[in-house]
């Protein structure tokens, strides 16, 4: 950060300023999908070599889910009492010594623990990215800012999926896992030069920083005093989280309606595909490196799916976005369990099923990945922020981790007819409850969000 802070940048220089602070911050999301990207090539050959069982592979897949909730628990009393910055810096650190305890896994239960560190690392990212996100954001460029942490998580997945596929010649897994401490360790160098959250340094007290703060994030144009104004006047009427929780029951309606988003974002089916892309791709036919470079090619598809998502969240709206997704991958996964029904032993077959994971793909990548945690981050009051948060993220990675620990077993079970054909019916159900409960956010200042959520107006009318 230069040292006048408080000179506000031209138009020019505030939207390049603006877009490096907020993709900087959002970097966190590439470990996020590092982490997810990276067990997909990895599994069969760790199995393979410590012969590990089926449910031995989903603990380790799901090790990280655990870790990941435990961070999100803790995430939140970190990020208040350190800051976000720190926060993100700490959970940086954490994530380099769980990337090198699996890559140097001697064992499944060592294997187990350095996933649960990642996983760890990775719970305190999805907390305060999002978090840090919605805070130095305005509300014209804060969906498409919070949007740029999924979109960074697109890229990791992918990342992660080429590296693996590279590796996996040679069955390299220890390198898979040891390359990515590098974005690691530039992840919390660059975090570093980060400037605090205004609302965090009103929060302590610490007015005039945040007014400096404020004048180096926003344009000369904008009303800086104002922005002031409205946080120290939102501080001024709020009460502790625990006891907002107790007391208010428009709170309550908002923690309701972040666990429901998170649910909907994980059983949507977005990381079965993720965790467990080479499988699916080995019930289609593909066999060896195959599998692994139509994973690739899945990734891939996210990361520009969720790019286009990014110059739409702010244009179209949140709930248009999640109708269409919903709509689209409900229908994919109802195709592909037909074709699982039917079988695929044609080569006509097999690239349909690719071409059905690519569709579903894209359509979450463009809704539900990265809208819901730009929803969970605006629906709740900035008192409750951090509690909010906190129990929202908690319950994505909960659901993550159900979603991780069982789906080899109900494949198992099911068959992938079924399996594909629950997951259609799950994402109908949330294609209805996005029309009944979910708002519309878009161009609505968090203090007015607030508002009209303790005022008692219906969850889909407190964007409005």
Known sequence: MPQDLSASPSSSSFHIRSALIGTLAATAGLMSGLDIGVISGALDFVAKDFNASTMAQEWIVSAMMAGAAIGAVTAGWLSRVTGRKWSLVLGGLIFILGSL????????????VGRAL???????????????????????????????????ITVGIF?????????????????????ITIPGVLFVIGVVFLPYSPRWLMMRGRREEAFNVLSYLRPKSHDTHGE?????????????GFALLRSNPNFRRSIVLGILLQVMQQFAGINVVMYYAPKIFALAGFVGAAQLWCTAIVGFVNVL??????????????????????ATMTAALA????????????????????????????????SAGPLMWVLCSEIQPIKGRDLGITISTLTNWISNMVVGASFLSVLGWLGGANTFGLMAALNAVFFALTFLFVPETRGASLERIEQNLMAGKKLRDIGQ
Not at 102 to 108: I, K
């Open 228 to 240: 002031i104004e409205a946080i120290e006047a939102q501080l001024q009427q709020r009460q502790g």
């Open 101 to 112: 305890g699996c890559a140097l896994a001697w064992s499944v239960a060592s294997m187990i």
């Open 305 to 326: 799916a969720t790019i286009a998502a990014v110059g739409l969240v702010d244009r179209w709206g949140r709930k248009p976005i999640l109708y269409c997704g919903f």
């Open 118 to 152: 990642m996983g760890l690392a990775i719970g305190v990212a999805a907390f305060t990215s999002p978090l840090y996100l919605s805070e130095i954001a305005s509300e014209k460029t804060r969906g498409a800012m919070i949007s740029t942490y999924q979109l960074m």
């Open 335 to 366: 195709a592909l369990a037909w074709l699982n029904y039917t079988g695929m032993e044609t080569q006509t077959a097999k690239f349909l099923c690719v071409g059905l994971i690519i569709v579903f793909i894209a359509a979450h990548a463009m």
């Open 159 to 179: 990342l992660a999926f080429l590296s693996d596929t590279l590796f996996s010649y040679h069955g390299q897994w220890r390198w898979m896992f040891g390359v």
